[in-house]
C-alpha cells in the first residue's frame, strides 16, 4: 500500500454529490433533522419549540456522616463505584466542592457546570 496522499483523487471525493434517499454519513443526523421538520411544517403554521434535555441524574450519592472525636464532620459520597470522604470547603473527585454538611444532606457545588445539588443522606 501506498502511504503517500493523492490529492488528485481526493479532489473527486469532495466533489461528488450525495444523492441517496438514506441517510448521509457525512452530516450531523441533528442537522438532517432539523431540516426534515422545518421543510414538513405547512406554510403560516407554528414550528413546535424544541424540547431541553434533561439534566442528568447527579453521579454522587450522600450515604453518611463521620465525626472523629474534636475533628470537623465528614461526608461520605459514593459516585461511579467510588468511596470519596471530605469536610466542608473540600473538593472530592476533583470536581466537587462540599459547600454544607446538614444532618441530613449535603450541598454540593459542581465547579464544571457551574450548580448547586442537595444531595439527601440515602436510607
Same mark, same amino acid.
Given at each position: 500500500?501506498?502511504?503517500?496522499?493523492?490529492?488528485t483523487?481526493l479532489?473527486?471525493?469532495?466533489?461528488?454529490?450525495?444523492?441517496? @434517499?438514506?441517510?448521509? !454519513? =457525512?452530516?450531523?443526523?441533528?442537522? /438532517?433533522? #432539523?431540516q426534515?421538520?422545518?421543510?414538513?411544517?405547512?406554510? &403560516?403554521?407554528k414550528a413546535?419549540?424544541?424540547?431541553q434535555?434533561a439534566?442528568?441524574e447527579?453521579?454522587?450519592?450522600?450515604?453518611?456522616?463521620?465525626?472523629?472525636?474534636d475533628?470537623?464532620?465528614?461526608v461520605c459520597?459514593l @459516585?461511579d463505584?467510588? !468511596? =470519596?470522604?471530605?469536610?466542608?470547603? /473540600?473538593? #472530592?473527585?476533583r470536581?466537587?466542592?462540599i459547600?454544607?454538611? &446538614?444532618?441530613?444532606?449535603?450541598?454540593?457545588?459542581?465547579?464544571?457546570?457551574?450548580?448547586h445539588?442537595?444531595?439527601a443522606?440515602?436510607?
Amino acid at each position: 500500500m501506498d502511504p503517500r496522499l493523492r490529492l488528485t483523487e481526493l479532489e473527486l471525493a469532495e466533489d461528488a454529490v450525495y444523492e441517496a @434517499g438514506g441517510r448521509n !454519513i =457525512f452530516h450531523d443526523a441533528i442537522e /438532517e433533522g #432539523v431540516q426534515r421538520l422545518n421543510s414538513r411544517s405547512p406554510v &403560516g403554521s407554528k414550528a413546535p419549540v424544541p424540547l431541553q434535555p434533561a439534566m442528568p441524574e447527579f453521579p454522587l450519592s450522600f450515604f453518611g456522616i463521620a465525626k472523629v472525636l474534636d475533628s470537623t464532620k465528614k461526608v461520605c459520597l459514593l @459516585g461511579d463505584g467510588e !468511596i =470519596f470522604i471530605g469536610g466542608e470547603g /473540600e473538593i #472530592v473527585d476533583r470536581r466537587y466542592r462540599i459547600l454544607r454538611i &446538614g444532618s441530613s444532606s449535603v450541598d454540593v457545588e459542581d465547579l464544571l457546570e457551574n450548580t448547586h445539588h442537595t444531595l439527601a443522606m440515602q436510607q
